[in-house]
């Protein structure tokens, strides 16, 4: 990417109005501001400084403008129609109702990207309730407990809040990611479009292996994560580690105890991945005696050791730690910021990296109307297309496509959740996508990770292997790969040997802890990437062993939409440059980003109060879990709406309390609710126009009829196993919508078609023979 200046970023001549309120909106706009956008943030008079600003908000221009006064909302739609890309995050029909909709800004702007992140979308029946974090968590069975990890006695079938925005922060990686894509899109035809990622819709992303399943089977229950040792261990100091030597040997866990000098542990067969795996009597042996060792050294000292030894092993921080550690700081992960208010602070640093971001300086927020003169005055005059857009326009003729990165070739080495996923996007925008498995892989998740490739089982370590990878990299535009830092180049296929035959090429590398700082060629999965950051910390809360948070795998699809991001930027470089390059993501810098509301340090900075631990219900009686006759419902509400609840009479003695009782308040709503069923508390507090939604379960939003008919939740006939259901498609685009993939067959089903396509047919029979590549008894979809 060498074009583009360094420091310019990618979206450098992209200019961008944020008309967005907490959290979705501002995150989405200030992963493309980070990345070289124009952005300016309309605030609305009035509007609550929260901390988070000072991250949500950094790097963008501000005005203040009432879009109910006539005046300012003139200016504001001027802003808008002069712009290449709008963001909000109201209600369906809010915008409408101010002239700022899509429809009344296409007419007038019809290159312009539209992107509309709602809590619930247009055509959903829910669409005009308040869609808060805790009532979309409740709609999509995200409020429960890692199976396996409950606390002693738990009550399986209660809810559990977490104050991490994962529907937001979802729907903001998803938002960021397609803007991107639309914006090639729009190079490539000229054309802009509406983009809509509701945050219900984006959690179907983060539901991923964990709702899909053989309908003939139905939804297996979930297991514990618990082989070869892995689980969460208390150290000398009285702090945690988390350990997971997964995979398809015990290797790790012998590297383990090699470190650490209990080698001799392997004669009493504690080191027999198949033997831990049968025997559960010898699994508990093997986690009696870790507990017993990991008490000899601190839990730093003891990351230390397994990180060198290659194990995936970190000490569990908190959240101010790992701003303060070494290696966030020099992998950028996060970076000091100077503050208007705060002064010095740290916070989250680029959510990923290109080489037009190597020289990046994060630009502080402006405070509230600080811009106000210059933006009203660039509001003021008529509207007219972006200069970047109509120098592109006159530039070259429209290409006839239907999909953002149609024509593009994308080679995926990638493995387990987070790389596979981020191939299987970029598939769902037009690319066609080879995936690449080693012969001996399981290849986790397969029916939906790999959903629309063609796949083949290939040792690119091998020399002949490597001669097929070559082949198949000649004809790639796009390369994903999953190796930790500087394996790939041991192997002779990183970025410098692909960029020293073929300088066009969009390379990215995703892995566990970042490129550069100290620890970036550790391993590490799911599981670590929550750990390092503060997010298992905080799920642990202060009463209880930190364990890993939620019931899906934040880290690992959000690291799968992640890398889709980069990898879009690229695309859309070298779209506009004819230039590749190095693009990179990392798990901690996910989780990293999941937590940017709370991921900030300066001095004189006070702990906030925020729920914590599995028996969390919510923030406060107007944000909570309560239980009802038949289940539980989240509630989710101002405090100033308190009074609109007298129109349900059964509501009506909570109604007539001060909101500033939250105690009283809590106990009449509790009162009151207990004795009505889901159904019909939900119904009562949705028609008096509070936030509401019962909780379901996994399989009950898996087979809902909105998510069926929304396609949120689809149906593909599998040759083997019949009909198969899994997540649908997440993100709606009005001119180059997503593509839902074929159904995946075997692993490895494709070899004889892939090696064909590039001349190499005739050797399958030698290629299979040095066990190179995998013909035979290929790993099952499902």
């Known amino acids: 990417m060498t074009e583009t200046a360094a420091g310019a970023g990618v979206l450098s001549g992209i200019k961008v109005v944020d008309f967005g309120h907490f959290v979705a909106g501002p995150l989405t706009a200030v992963m493309l501001a980070d990345q070289g956008a124009e952005v300016v943030h309309v605030d609305r008079p009035g509007a609550e400084l929260a901390e988070a600003d000072a991250f949500l908000n950094r790097g963008k221009r501000r005005v203040t403008l009432d879009l109910k006064d006539p005046a300012d909302a003139a200016i504001a739609a001027r802003l808008a ?22 429809q009344q800004l296409a007419p007038v702007a019809p290159r312009l990207i539209y992107c509309s992140l709602p809590g619930f979308g247009r055509d959903d029946p829910r669409a005009a309730i308040p869609a808060w974090e805790g009532v979309v ?51 490539r035809t000229g054309r802009g479009q ?117 194990v995936p092993l970190v000490f569990i921080r908190t959240c101010r730690e790992w701003l303060q550690t070494p290696h966030a700081r020099v992998a950028g992960h996060v970076v000091s910021v100077a503050d208007p208010l705060f002064g010095e602070t740290w916070m989250p640093g680029l959510p990923v990296h290109t080489a037009a971001s190597s020289g990046w300086t994060p630009r502080p927020r402006q405070l509230p109307d600080t811009d106000h003169d210059a933006v009203a005055a660039e509001g003021s005059q008529p509207a007219a297309p972006a200069a970047s857009a109509a120098t592109a326009a006159a530039a070259r003729p429209a290409e006839d496509i239907t999909r953002a990165f149609e024509g593009l070739r994308v080679l995926d080495l990638t493995e387990i959740l987070a790389g596979p996923t981020s191939g299987r996007i970029l598939g769902e925008y037009g690319a066609d996508v080879v995936k690449i498995n080693a012969p001996n892989s399981t290849v986790a998740a397969h ?141 901690a810098q996910t989780a990293t980003y999941h937590q940017a509301i709370f991921m900030l340090d300066y001095a004189g900075r006070r702990q906030h109060a925020e729920p914590r631990g599995p028996e969390a219900l919510g923030t406060g009686p107007f944000q909570r879990y309560y239980q009802v006759r038949d289940g539980w419902i989240f509630l989710g509400m101002k405090p100033s709406q308190l009074p609109s609840l007298r129109s349900v009479p059964w509501l009506a003695g909570a109604a007539g309390l001060s909101p500033a009782d939250a105690t009283a308040v809590a106990e009449a709503l509790s009162a009151a609710l207990a004795g009505r069923s889901a159904a019909e508390a939900t119904r009562a507090l949705q028609e008096a126009g509070v936030g509401a939604h019962e909780v379901l379960t996994t399989e009950q939003v898996m087979t809902s009829e909105p998510a069926r008919k929304l396609g949120l939740s689809l149906t593909q006939r599998s040759e083997e196993f019949g009909p198969v259901v899994m997540p649908g498609l997440t993100v709606r685009l009005s001119e180059s919508p997503l593509v839902l993939g074929r159904p995946a067959g075997r692993a490895g089903s494709d070899a004889e078609s892939i090696l064909a396509e590039v001349g190499l047919a005739g050797r399958m029979t030698e290629l299979s023979r040095y066990w190179v590549l995998r013909t035979d008894n290929l790993p099952p979809p499902w």
Request: charged share 20%; net charge negative; aromatic share 10%.
């Open 81 to 102: 129609a002069g712009a290449d890309v709008v963001i909000e995050n109201f209600r369906p029909g809010v915008m409408d109702r101010h002239g700022l909709g899509w």
């Open 137 to 187: 968590a409740a709609a999509t069975a995200n409020c429960s407990i890692r199976v396996g990890q409950e606390p002693e006695g738990w009550d399986t079938t209660r809810p559990t809040y977490s104050a991490v925005p994962l529907a937001s922060n979802f729907a903001a990686f998803l938002a960021a990611t397609a803007i991107v894509a639309a914006l090639t899109f729009r190079h």
């Open 194 to 310: 509406l983009i809509e990622v509701p945050l219900f819709h984006a959690m179907f992303e983060l539901i991923g292996k964990a709702g899909s399943f053989v309908q003939a089977d139905g939804l297996a229950p979930p297991k514990p994560h618990s082989g070869n040792g892995s689980g969460t261990y208390e150290c000398a100091d009285g702090r945690y580690v988390r350990m997971d030597p997964i995979g398809g040997s015990a290797r790790f866990l012998r590297w383990l105890l090699d470190a650490a000098g209990a080698e001799s542990w392997a004669a009493d067969g504690l080191t027999d991945g198949v033997r831990l795996a049968r025997h559960k009597e010898l699994e508990e042996q093997l986690k009696e005696r870790l507990r017993g060792m990991f008490l000899t050294r601190t839990a730093e000292e003891w990351g230390e050791l397994a990180g060198d030894a290659g």
């Open 447 to 587: 029916g939906i990770v790999n959903r629309g490739k063609r796949s083949i089982l290939l040792n690119v370590e091998a020399e002949r292997g490597q001669a097929v990878f070559w082949e198949l990299a000649s004809r790639s535009d796009v390369i994903i790969q999953n190796y930790p830092e500087g394996t790939a180049d041991r192997y002779g296929i990183g970025y410098r040997h692909v960029r020293a035959r073929f300088p066009d090429v969009v390379y990215v590398s995703v892995t566990c802890y970042g490129e550069g700082g100290l620890w970036g060629a550790r391993r590490g999965w799911e599981t670590q990437g929550q750990a390092v950051t503060g997010m298992m910390e905080r799920a642990g809360g202060d009463h209880h062993v930190p364990e890993v948070l939620g019931p899906y795998n934040v880290v690992d699809f959000g690291s799968g939409v992640m890398t889709a991001f980069a990898a879009s930027l690229g695309i859309f470089h070298r779209t506009r440059t004819g230039a590749g390059g190095l693009v990179t993501a990392s798990l």
